[in-house]
């Protein structure tokens, strides 16, 4: 959403949560992350070059109320990084891939 604050002209939210909670073992951050990148790519997409969206500012997602580790947000919202803006695929493999993907996003000591 536009702002009124020529230095900070637009607003992405993108909630880590329904309600307070702790989201420390789940992939919210990643999603949120992805939920923003996608957002700065659509309106990219739909404006003309002086409206859009150059630079992104974004904090720990969870990392606050959730308790998510800032160690897991950043591998979090680097993967959704990758996914968006590097076009690298999301899982390989069906839904054991998948799985492997969610354990490795939400679980620090494993390496898949």
């Given at each position: 959403?536009?702002?009124e604050d020529t230095d900070i002209p637009w607003l992405v939210f993108?909630?880590?949560?329904?309600?307070?909670?702790?989201?420390r073992h789940t992939v919210n951050a990643f999603l949120a992350m992805r939920a923003i990148l996608r957002s700065v790519r659509q309106h990219n997409q739909a404006c003309s070059a002086p409206e859009a969206i150059t630079s992104l500012a974004c904090t720990g997602l969870g990392t606050g109320t959730g308790g998510m580790p800032p160690e897991r947000c950043a591998k979090q919202m680097r993967h959704a990084y990758d996914v968006?803006?590097?076009g690298e695929l999301l899982t390989k493999?069906?839904?054991a891939g998948a799985s492997r993907n969610h354990i490795w996003l939400v679980d620090a000591d494993v390496d898949v």
């Open positions: 959403m536009p702002t993108a909630p880590t949560m329904r309600v307070p909670q702790d989201v968006v803006a590097r493999g069906g839904l």
